[in-house]
């Protein structure tokens, strides 16, 4: 007896050959999509939201591109995700990381075609990934021991990364900017401490490194501007009064002056409350929520700087950054503990009043202010930043260091292309293939700048089977040239991240032979 | 670089060909996209340009010259047109004026840049060679500028008239020129010169009379009467202002309640209990001798009832409410005082003192101005006047721009000529500099140079006068030396700029470049729209 139907009515199931077959397609339309913005001569993309107010963003960040993505190819999402994770783990190399699983597949596709076994090219694959991760650390560098030298990396990575963004022009005052702003941390990989402020208005060459924390917000009517050694409380809590909060309560009275008497009390229990405040010897209130006028009028009789409506984001950050606590009740003042800082003053940046905290506790932070000419200057700038940061602070953490420009890519399919000749078997295809997928990406950025690739990446292979050779692609003149030379570096823990989560991935959309596709969730507004 | 054109043609036989027709294409409906906004704008240019009429959504008709105001209306879609709409927003944040200016650089060096392209030449070439470019026309920009004193009142006055020829309100330039300067100047306090925060200047509009009866209050305007429902006072000298956060009306908890009556009697005792605490609020306002209240507005509760005013009166206490929350901080600054949030706080310290504050008609309506303020802080209120509203907003507008003008100058203290003259200078310089530059940049930069000429173009041609002729005998003037030489377009004819005393700020011309080239880098590295949540 056939069985009539075991998927409910929406859902559909697509095997064997139909369903790899979408998967590549999928993965690869994906890969096609973001491979143009790849190398210091990608180009961006403009992203059309068709949301609520049409905004428009422009930008050249693989993870941002593939996020706001509508998608609904399953072999999609999983490259998607492992850029948004390449994000997350180490900030730089979103589009590297699709753009080789993509190749990976592309491979794949074209061996799955000439009759090899998925499994044989998952573990060709493996061996090869192995293969190359190993080649590469037989060529890191590592300055750790020498300071001055290592900082020298800092500086070519930040500008390699920058080079790709719209930060390009000013790279060298960018680069600046992050590695000393990621000096400051020590360190740790806590990037919350450096804090990106976006101004419209001027250039992208006035943006400066503050050291320090500024909060865009303003200070209260009557209140001083200016504060040494400030005594810093942050909280969150209600300053216009605090509600019973059951619902239906009310109050019966039987005059007005009752009324009064109620308004008097709620007035006074303000009182209490701010004085409970001063109490604890501060000179600076910063709250989350509104202040209302009869509180910061006694702020401001009291001489106390009140910040009101600072957004969870900004106490967040200033409790860090100042050393102290984020409090809500101000019963027990001992055991609150206090931000300090030496020094809070308004300034202004552009057209806006913004206030200044300088001399933190926390030594580690700082405030980048980016200027630009428009939002969308100043969003791309900021994503471009803060890759720039993220690797960076990767780097301090694992300081080895490899050649950027096509460079790594040359050196593992070299390696792999030995291991492929050594292999035998049909895994031997697979390592092959591995090694021209790698070739793929020098291949990528060559053709965005408008070189011809073909010729550029045989001259490459070429040098690259010379001993010790420092050969990639140097864009800007359109040849090969040294890369040790021209101080293109890359971080190895970002390439190491790319090769491992792009194998990965292939392997992943690889094993599957079967889709399924559940039934739509019925929405009666479905947006 | 000769391999990038050499690499074209080839890489047009693979695969690949098909791809990066569909980016050309985007590319070029990016392009064409935002100079159809640019073309738009183009007619509104110099003091000889036409106003556009725009009727927005809701039925309301504005007349404007100024850039940023129109393309903000327009309501564009595409997002590159969109991206030149943003640029004119960031001129008008940056310098205020040559909002059309800057949307008209960028139209022309987009052409430009569609015929670079044609030719093969990668855009990241093209986008870098522009930044070059538009570096080196600031460097010039800066050599050609004369530096200028903040007490030389004159050329400030010069520079803001240079702004308002191109308006509407220009027959009033002679008038809105120096006050506009006087109100920068009376603002830039003495420790801090290079700041000028415009939010110090109020400017209130008020409908009749004509441009011409526009000035400048040495004080506070409020755009409404006082409160005289009960017969208060209209005209207070040697005023006491207390400006105040609470209200003078019956008693509200923020707790929900409910007066419970059970008889007659105790309805009247309610009554009277009322009239006792507004009076008794108002006497310990009085005891600080205060006659001057400005209450802000509320939306839990009445600023003040019937009876409270009845009282105010009664004391010969001058009330003006419903003041706005975003205003007391400027009120309270230039009144220097404090605001005061509850009645217990109602001290003598906290009140601002006025020599005079009365209510004035201006034709059928009415406003309240306090003058001779005490120790009066570093503000100024401008009061626009205008036949219809139309006139006003655009009077504002102008306004706004001379004042950004003057901030400009005040911030960065460099005059440059106006008419044209700085471009073509511009262009000829850059035209020079190109050709000992190799390769594609040369190329590139030489198109920029070519760019800038639209300025005088389009000057000329507004101006109805033959463009080419004008353009023709700009360039060969500069090449002369003439370097000041522009466009004279009250006489329709060439002239040394700087003796006509058309000059403009040195952050307004380089701030149009820079930004200008900064826009265009960006939609030339665009090679793909999608479509995202």
Same mark, same amino acid.
């Given at each position: 007896m056939a069985i009539e139907r075991i998927l409910k009515d929406d859902a559909s199931e697509e095997k064997g050959e139909r369903a790899r077959m979408a998967s590549f397609v999928g993965a690869i339309a994906i890969t096609d999509l973001v *491979? /143009? /913005? $790849? =190398?210091?001569k990608g180009m961006d993309k403009i992203l059309q939201s068709t949301g609520r107010g049409q905004a428009v963003t422009v930008t050249n960040d693989g993870a941002t591109i593939l996020k706001s993505l509508h998608i609904d190819n399953p072999a999609a999402k999983v490259l998607i995700d492992i850029s948004k994770v390449q994000d997350d783990e180490v900030g730089d190399g979103t589009t590297s990381v699709v753009v080789l699983a993509g190749e990976l597949l592309r491979e794949a596709e074209k061996l799955v075609a000439a009759k090899i076994h998925p499994m044989t090219i998952i573990s060709g694959y493996r061996m090869a990934a192995e293969c190359a991760r190993n080649a590469l650390l037989q060529r890191v560098v590592d300055n750790k021991e020498n300071a001055e030298k290592f900082k020298l990396d800092l500086m070519k990575i930040a500008m390699t990364t920058l080079s790709s963004k719209i930060l390009s022009q000013d790279k060298v005052h960018f680069a600046q900017l992050a590695v000393d702003a990621v000096m400051r $941390? *020590? =360190?740790? /990989?806590? $990037?919350?401490?450096i804090q990106i402020i976006k101004k419209p208005g001027g250039s992208l060459k006035d943006s400066f490194l503050d050291e320090g924390f500024i909060l865009d917000k303003k200070i209260g009517l009557g209140q001083p501007k200016r504060i040494e050694n400030a005594k810093i409380l942050v909280a969150n809590t209600a300053m216009d009064t605090d509600k019973v909060k059951i619902y239906g309560a009310r109050v019966r009275v039987d005059s007005m002056s009752k009324v009064a008497e109620i308004e008097g009390a709620e007035k006074e229990k303000m009182r209490e409350k701010v004085q409970k405040i001063i109490a604890h010897g501060i000179n600076c209130f910063v709250n989350r929520q509104l202040i209302y006028n009869f509180p910061e009028e006694l702020f401001a009789d009291a001489g106390i700087l009140a910040i009101e409506h600072a957004d969870f984001d900004g106490i967040e950050r200033l409790a860090l950054v100042t050393g102290g606590e984020i409090a809500s009740t101000f019963d027990n003042p001992e055991s609150v503990k206090l931000g300090h800082c030496k020094l809070i003053e308004e300034i202004m940046i552009g057209e806006d009043k913004l206030i200044h905290f300088s001399g933190v506790e926390m030594g580690q932070a700082c405030t980048i202010v980016l200027r630009g000419a428009s939002h969308h200057v100043l969003d791309e700038a900021e994503r471009s930043l803060h890759d720039a940061l993220c690797v960076l602070s990767q780097t301090v953490n694992d300081t080895r260091v490899v050649l950027g420009g096509g460079w790594p890519e040359m050196v593992m399919a070299k390696a792999v292309d030995e291991l492929a000749r050594q292999t035998p078997g049909k895994k031997s295809h697979a390592i092959e293939a591995f090694s021209r997928a790698l070739v793929a990406i020098p291949t990528i950025i060559a053709d965005n700048a408008g070189l011809d690739s073909a010729d550029l990446v045989a001259q490459l292979r070429a040098e690259h089977h010379k001993e010790g050779c420092n050969a990639g692609i140097d864009v800007i003149s359109g040849s090969v040239g040294d890369m040790a030379e021209l101080g293109i570096s890359e971080s190895f823990k970002v390439k190491q991240a790319v090769l491992l989560s792009a194998t990965e991935a292939a392997e992943m959309i690889l094993r599957v032979d079967e889709i399924i596709t559940c039934a739509p969730r019925k929405r009666e507004d479905r947006m | 670089m000769a391999a990038v054109t050499a690499a074209q043609p080839r890489a047009s036989k693979t695969e690949s060909y098909v791809d990066n027709k569909r980016k050309e294409d985007i590319r070029q409906a990016n392009i064409i996209a935002a100079r159809s906004v640019a073309d738009a704008v183009r007619t509104s240019l110099g003091p000889k340009g036409m106003d556009k009429m725009i009727s927005t959504a809701n039925g309301e008709v504005i007349i404007t010259n100024d850039g940023a105001t129109i393309l903000n209306k327009m309501e564009v879609l595409q997002p590159a047109a969109k991206m030149l709409v943003e640029l004119s927003k960031s001129q008008d944040a940056a310098a205020g004026d040559g909002t059309t200016t800057v949307v008209v650089i960028a139209g022309a060096i987009l052409k430009q840049c569609l015929s670079l392209l044609s030719h093969g030449i990668h855009p990241t070439v093209i986008s870098d060679s522009l930044h070059k470019a538009s570096t080196k026309a600031v460097d010039v920009l800066t050599a050609m500028a004369v530096p200028l004193e903040l007490s030389d009142r004159e050329s400030l006055i010069k520079s803001a008239s240079t702004s308002l020829n191109s308006k509407v309100v220009s027959q009033y330039s002679t008038l809105l020129a120096p006050l506009a300067v006087d109100s920068v100047l009376s603002v830039v306090d003495p420790e801090k010169p290079d700041m000028v925060d415009l939010r110090d200047i109020k400017i209130v509009k008020r409908l009749g009379g004509t441009v011409d009866d526009t000035q400048l209050v040495k004080g506070l305007v409020f755009d409404k009467k006082a409160s005289h429902a009960a017969g208060g006072p209209t005209r207070m000298e040697n005023a006491k202002i207390a400006v105040i956060q609470f209200q003078i009306s019956p008693p509200k908890t923020d707790i929900e309640q409910s007066i419970v009556v059970s008889d007659y009697t105790q309805m009247d005792r309610i009554l009277k209990e009322e009239r006792n605490y507004i009076l008794g609020m108002i006497k310990k306002i009085k005891a600080t001798g205060c006659n001057v209240l400005l209450i802000q507005k509320s939306i839990l509760r009445d600023a003040v009832t019937d009876l409270s005013l009845h009282y105010l009166a009664k004391a010969k206490i001058m009330v003006i409410k419903d003041v706005e929350r975003d205003d007391i901080e400027f009120i309270t600054k230039t009144l220097n005082c404090l605001p005061i949030a509850n009645i217990e706080h109602f001290r003598v310290e906290k009140l601002g003192h006025a020599d005079l504050v009365e209510e004035v008609s201006l034709g059928d309506a009415k406003i309240v101005k306090v003058t001779g303020i005490k120790d009066m802080g570093r503000t100024t209120t401008v009061l626009v006047r205008g036949s219809n509203q139309l006139v006003i907003d655009e009077a504002e507008r102008s306004l706004h721009d001379a004042l950004c003008v003057v901030r400009c100058l005040v911030s960065k203290r460099f005059l440059i000529a106006g008419g044209g003259a700085p471009e073509i200078e511009l262009s000829r310089q850059l035209g020079a500099w190109s050709k000992v530059l190799h390769g594609m940049e040369g190329y590139c930069v030489r198109s920029f140079a070519e760019a800038l000429e639209v300025i005088p173009y389009t000057l000329a041609e507004n101006a109805g006068l033959n463009p080419i002729a004008i353009v023709t005998e700009l360039r060969n003037r500069h090449a002369q030396g003439e370097i000041n030489a522009g466009i004279n377009v009250r006489k329709g004819q060439i002239t040394n700029i700087l003796e006509e005393n058309v000059v403009q700020p040195l952050l307004v011309s380089t701030s149009a470049i820079t930004l200008a080239t900064e826009c265009v880098r960006m939609i030339l590295k665009i090679d793909d729209i999608v479509n995202v949540r």
């Open positions: *491979k /143009t /913005t $790849l =190398g210091p $941390l *020590k =360190g740790s /990989t806590n $990037l919350e401490a | -």
